[in-house]
Every structure is written in C-alpha cells, then in structure tokens.
C-alpha cells in the first residue's frame, strides 16, 4: 500500500470530537425510549467509525481535499448531536425530540457512509487485511441500520396531514405506546411541551423550525382527539361519558368547566396548568388569548352534575375533597366505585389495548411531587424529609423592605420573619435571629419546623406556605402578623396622625374619601398620610387595608402627579407587608398599576413598585401570576438603568419570581444576564446578589449560554478568588452547572486559572461551596484522563 503523507488534522479533530461524544452519552443519565434509543444509536454509529478513523492514521492513508472536508462536515455534525443532547430535558416534546434526534442519527450515519467510501477509494494499492475488514463491516452495518420506528410513525403521520388526509388511527397508536403517551397527564405535559417550543420558534423567528413545530402542534390535537373517541370514559353502568362533558385539554370529566377568551370551556385545573407556563393561545382554536381570566360555565356544570345525578354517579364535593386529600386531579372526585375496573377516566386503566396508565407512571409522578416540595431557590437538593437539610442555596434576598427611615420615600432592606399565627407553630419552634439582614437558625431544625417548610426557607430552598412569612421592618419591629383580630383595637380612641401612633377606621375612611376627591392636592396629602400611618405601626395596616383603601390608592398609580404615584405606591407596599392585604392588593389587579409605575415613576417610585411585586411574590401562586404579565421586562429595565436602590429591589424582585421555573426563561430572554454580569463588578456592590440570581438561572439551557456570551466566566473565577462565602459557593455552583453541560465552557473556566480557588474552596469553604468546588475538580480529573486516554490510542 502507497504510504503517502496526509493531512489528519481534521481527522484528528473528528476523533477527539467522538471521544467526547461518546463519554457524554455514557455519563448521561438514561433517557425515555425512544429517545434513548436513538442516542445509543448515535454512539454506534460513531463508536465503530472511530476504528476506521484510527486505520486512517496509523496506516497514514492518503486524505484528499474532500475527506478531508467531509470529516470536518461530520465534526460539525457529530458537535451539534451533542448540543442537542446536552439540551435535552424531560420537559421538551417527546416528538420534536425523536425527529430532531432521528434526524441527527440520519445526517451521521449519511456521512459516514461517505466517509468510508472516500477511503476505500483513496487506497492506491491492496489494503491490509485488517484494514478492509473494518471497512467493509463498518458499512454493511451502516447500510442495515433503520429508522427508529417512532420516527417513521411520527413522519407517516405529519405526511398524511400535509396531504390533507386524516392519519392512519394504526400510526396514532404505535406513536402514543412508543413514546408511553399512555396516560392523559403525559397527553397534557406533551401538549403544553409541543406549544411552548412552537413558541419559542415563533419569538425567535426561526421559519423552519416554526412550520415543523405548527406541524407538531396538529398531531398533538389529532392524538387527543384519537384518544377522545377510542377510549371514552365510561361509569359502573357501562355508560359512557358524553365528550361534550370532557375537557378537550386534559380529557377528563370536567369538575370546575371554565371558559377562556377564545368561548372555548376547560376544566379550571388543565387550563391554569397550561397559562402558568405562559401559553397565550387556545388549545384547541388556536386563537390567541386576549385575556387569561377563566370564567366559570356555570351552565356545562350544572349539565354535569344533572347527568350525574340521573346516572347515579357520586361526585365528592370540591371543598370537602379538597380538604381531606388535597389538589388531585378532576377525575379523582368521582368515587371508586362509580368507575368500572376498565374506566379511563383521568389515569385510571384503559378500557381498549393501549394502557392510559401504569404503576411506573405513577410511581413515577409521585416521585417527582415529592421531589418539588424540596426545590431550591437554584438547583435540586437531592436530601430526604426526613433526614437533616443542607443549606444547599444561601440567598443573599431572604429578606423584604418598608418604607426608610432615613426617608420617607426611599427604601432599605429588611428580613423575612415567621409569622406566628399564620403557621400555627409554637415560638420555641420558631428561634430565628435577625442579622445584618439575613436570617440565621438558632436551633437545629425540629420536626415542627421542617413540617412548615421553615427549614428549607433558611436553607435557601423553596417555601411551601411562603405566605407564613412577615416582614421585620429595618428597627427589628415585627410585622403584622396574619391574625386579624381588631379585639387590642379601641376603635374610639383618638391618636395624632404618625407613623408609630395607632388610627381609628374613621378617620381611615375619612382619608379614603379624600383620595376620590377632584383635587390633586388632597389626593396627594390623603396618599401621604396612608403612607406614614403604615410606614411603621402593623395595626395601622390591618386597619387600612380592612377600610377598602386598596383600590383607590391603585388608581393613584395612574395619576400624572410624580409625587401623587409616589406615595401611592410607598402606601401600597407598606400595606403588602400584611398577607392579608397581599390577597387585597392581587385580587384588586395590581399588577398592571405597578408595572404602570416601573415604566413611568420617578426614581423612588420605582423602587418601592418593585419592592412590592417583591412583596406580593412571597405568596407562592403569585409568582406564575406576576411572571406572566410582563413585569419581569419592566424589572429588568429597572436593573438596567435604574438608581443602585432600584437595581437592588428590581434583582431582589426577580430572585423571588426565578424561584418559579418557568420565570427563568423569561428573566434570561429578558436580557437580565448581560446587566446581571455587569453588577458582579464589585463597584456596584450588589455582587452577591446577582451571583445569586445567576445561580437560578444557570439551571436553564438558555441561562447558561447567556453567561458565558456575557463574559461571565472570567468575573465568577475572580469572585471564587476574592468574593464572600456566599458569593463563592454561588460562583462555584454557576461554573458546575457550566461545565457539566459543556466542553467548550469547561474549557473556558479552566483557561481563567480556575483550579487554584477552587482547591482552596474546597478546603475551607463553607459546605456547600466544598461540595461543588470539589464536584468541579472531580469533572476536571475525568476530563484529563479522557483525554490521555485518546492521545494514548492515537
């Protein structure tokens, strides 16, 4: 054989390039089949190419220009299979998924045929044995390798829809077993997954991917629709449910039947689940949404409840269930034996071939609830109930804030504090200290404690009852607490008007009256005056708020008059600090006002508007609520240009609502990071807290790949040098998230000089920062050896 020599750099570069490939797939954890199939597929292809690739350079064959291009062509491919696969998550479409990775495995499998065939020319004269031997294996098993079947069922399909013919009900099977669409919530879960990729297409105007996910979109219809009429509910009688009585969302008997803007009826709980995720248009018009508010179809429930009754299936009732088993699904209110054992109402066994549910399913979705009642404010914390918690995220924005004391407009920080009465938990439960702003634990976490969730707010995590919590203004005097007893109250005695002075409910109405008064200057002193009752005195706030001063004062945030606004919205957040008045203040519609105020108030004004969306984000359903209305860009401008106050109440705000996952995305595609990168200049001071709001978002593809653009890298390896404790262990989780996702951003933290903090981090650090410092290090090692172990083999 002519031994010439070749130009293996990008040979060289294909092989390091599968290397990789290959140690990803086999660190990653297993993945849903098909999906998972196509990946192992995927390292098959490339694994026995790699042999070939090894032949090319030990026996130097010759590599002409266009070897030598379709092997970059492959690099090229074989990198984007990756990215696609460190992106993957289980939260993405299950069919976009398997025709992007089928596609994927397609596109390798074509260049690697062309590949091989390139080489077996380029061989001047009779190849070892062992050479041809590779080759000719290598592509009879390329050529043999067929298309996942789930992708040819998902084409035939789409196919037949572009040619305007209803798909074949066999292909609608095969896909709905294939991908486990076997029961109404995954059905559910691949709607809203499919609908918010199609958007994502849409707001990035990528045509191509836009039409493909429409197409998407369509099936996803077709198979609710196949499942409709193929598996209908049915009761003891053997009678089957009316479709008209089902939700065209989640298929299920609809309990509390809701009608959005488009006219279209859903059960209440589909149709929140499907808003809470941002989706504006109606699942089954396609019709954009031109409000969200869901309007009870009294009419369709009386319907139900008249069809029930005459068929003589029991329904519990909403409140009662509610009570003794908490938030379940609608078909879960009808009583076990009102159901035959081949009923497929909600998850409950299918009455045909195809399994609507399954123990791993449901074992399954029990896990994961589990798991989200330990959610961190940035990752997952892997700990058990009941075992002793890790402060596994050490936020620097446990806290809220009133009114200064320095000013009367201007505002500071304060501490988060447990409200006695609201948890009903003991005060020897409740030892908690206020420091500098933060919270610590004077005592180890009891049972009692963890039971109300208090355990995991002071470790950083996620609060299940986040409504349990009061304000400590700036002085250390408790806020309101969630007892709203008036029985302390004289209401006939008569104080002058202050800020610590107790006030009487009539000279609040009194005041109340003044602010619908047509003169702006009485509107203003009125304002004022509400401000300084509440700046300091809790009673004061369960009073005013319990007067109906609510709606008025939100009105004052549409006035022209700066200072009008201004005391408005400082009265406002002085009031959100009582959880009473949270509830007052969200169902009076503050949002928009407050939004309003971010967009148009003067400097203190902002401030305390983003205090109070901060204020009103405690309460765990108000964070869906405000993400979704468009704060989050008006809070991001507020990072972006505001005073330093401003950027710190706008970070503090946007922290809050990032604890809500689906809030991520919409900070990052806010352009949150690039100010957020900015802010971690120590000049700012506000370092920790936009580590710490990074941390969250790191947790998101996109999030990740903001930062690095950024020029993140370089200051979290400076802060991991010369930052806080809480600054490092943030800076040290942000760069694991990083790395462990991407090559490229390992190699850039490494280029920085990483390894030096890091290994002191992992000395002396605090607990968690040892951790991931040490998590990090341990990556970097695995890394080196892959690596010599290539270099050894090439």
């Known amino acids: 054989m002519h031994i010439g020599q070749a130009d293996t750099t990008s040979v060289k570069c294909l092989i390091n390039s599968i290397s990789r490939f290959i140690h990803l797939v086999s660190c990653q954890t297993m993945k849903p089949i098909p999906f998972q199939t196509i990946c192992n597929n995927m390292v098959g292809v490339l694994k026995r190419l790699k042999p070939v690739l090894d032949d090319v350079m030990d026996y130097k064959i010759p590599s002409d220009a266009n070897l030598c291009k379709e092997c970059e062509n492959l690099d090229m491919r074989v990198n984007e299979a990756r990215d696609f696969i460190e992106k993957w998550s289980p939260k993405m479409s299950k069919i976009h998924s398997v025709l992007q990775g089928g596609t994927l495995l397609i596109k390798l499998q074509s260049s690697s045929l062309d590949i091989c065939h390139m080489i077996v020319r380029s061989l001047q004269s009779p190849p070892s044995a062992s050479v041809l031997a590779n080759l000719q294996h290598y592509i009879q098993e390329l050529q043999c390798l067929k298309k996942e079947m789930a992708m040819v069922y998902i084409e035939e399909a789409l196919r037949s829809q572009r040619d305007n013919i209803e798909p074949c009900k066999e292909h609608l099977k095969e896909i709905i077993e294939l991908l ?98 941002g989706l504006t248009v109606c699942p089954k018009t396609r019709q954009r949404l031109t409000h969200t508010k869901l309007i009870p179809n009294y009419t369709v429930k009386a319907m139900i409840a008249t069809w029930c009754e005459e068929n003589n299936v029991k329904l519990y009732g909403n409140s009662e269930h509610n009570k003794s088993s908490g938030t379940t699904s609608p078909s879960d209110h009808l009583l076990s034996q009102d159901l035959t054992p081949n009923c497929c109402v909600g998850s409950l066994p299918s009455c045909n071939s195809i399994s609507r549910s399954s123990p791993k399913t449901e074992s399954t979705f029990e896990k994961q609830k589990g798991d989200n009642s330990f959610r961190l404010c940035g990752e997952y914390n892997g700990c058990q109930s009941g075992g002793t918690e890790k402060c596994e995220q050490q936020s620097p924005y446990v806290h809220s804030r009133s009114e200064s004391f320095s000013s009367s407009i201007s505002s500071t920080d304060c501490t988060l504090a447990v409200s006695k009465d609201v948890s009903g938990i003991s005060n020897k439960h409740q030892n908690v200290k206020v420091l500098s702003g933060e919270i610590t634990k004077a005592c180890p976490p009891s049972p009692s404690n963890k039971q109300s969730g208090i355990s995991s707010w002071l470790s950083g995590k996620q609060f299940q009852n986040p409504g349990s919590y009061e304000g400590v203004l700036e002085n250390g005097n408790n806020n309101d607490s969630n007892n709203n007893s008036h029985s302390s109250i004289d209401s006939h005695s008569v104080f002058n008007s202050g800020s610590d002075e107790l006030t009487t409910s009539s000279h609040i109405n009194k005041l109340i009256e003044d602010l619908h008064h047509h003169s702006i200057e009485t509107k203003t002193t009125a304002a004022e005056e509400l401000r300084l009752l509440t700046k300091h005195n809790k009673e004061n706030r369960i009073i005013v708020g319990k007067c109906g001063a609510v709606m008025p004062l939100l009105s004052l945030l549409y006035s022209d008059g700066k200072v009008t606004q201004e005391h408005a919205v400082t009265a406002l957040l002085n009031l959100s600090i009582n959880e009473d008045n ?44 405000i993400g979704r209305s468009g704060a989050v860009k008006a809070l991001v401008d507020l990072l ?46 506000m370092v920790d807290k936009a580590v710490a709001l990074l941390s969250n978002l790191s947790t998101i593809p996109e999030g990740r790949f903001e930062i690095a653009r950024e020029g993140g890298i370089p200051l979290l390896v400076e802060i991991l040098e010369s930052g806080s404790q809480r600054g490092k262990e943030n800076a040290a989780s942000i760069l694991l998230q990083l790395c462990l996702h991407s090559t490229k951003f390992c190699t850039l933290v490494l280029q920085e000089g990483a390894v030096p903090p890091l290994v002191g981090l992992s000395q002396s650090g605090t607990p968690r920062a040892r951790e991931k410092a040490q998590q990090l290090l341990s990556h970097f090692r695995n890394l080196r050896e892959l690596a010599a172990s290539g270099k050894g083999k090439s």
């Open 180 to 277: 486990k669409l076997t029961s109404n919530q995954e059905l559910l879960k691949e709607s809203i997954a499919v609908e918010k990729e199609r958007l994502n297409a849409e707001t990035n105007k990528m045509k191509g991917d836009l039409v493909e996910m429409n197409e998407i979109v369509i099936l996803v219809r077709t198979l609710r629709d196949y499942v409709m009429k193929t598996e209908c509910p049915v009761v003891k009688s053997g009678l089957s449910i009316p479709p008209y009585f089902c939700c065209p969302l989640s298929l299920e008997l609809m309990l509390d039947p809701v009608i959005v803007a488009s006219g279209q009826t859903y059960e209440r709980q589909s149709m929140q689940k499907w808003l809470d995720h």
């Open 582 to 625: 949270k509830a007052l203040i969200m169902e009076a519609g503050a949002i928009e006002p407050l939004i309003h105020v971010l967009k148009t108030g003067n400097d203190s004004a902002k401030e305390n508007s983003a205090a109070a969306l901060f204020s009103l984000s405690v309460i765990e359903n108000n964070k869906a609520r």
């Open 640 to 685: 972006a240009s505001g005073t330093l106050r401003g950027k710190k109440d706008a970070a503090t705000a946007l922290f809050n609502l990032s604890i809500f996952h689906e809030n991520k995305a919409r900070i990052v595609q806010a352009g949150a990071v690039k100010f957020l990168v900015r802010l971690m200049d120590h000049a700012e001071g």
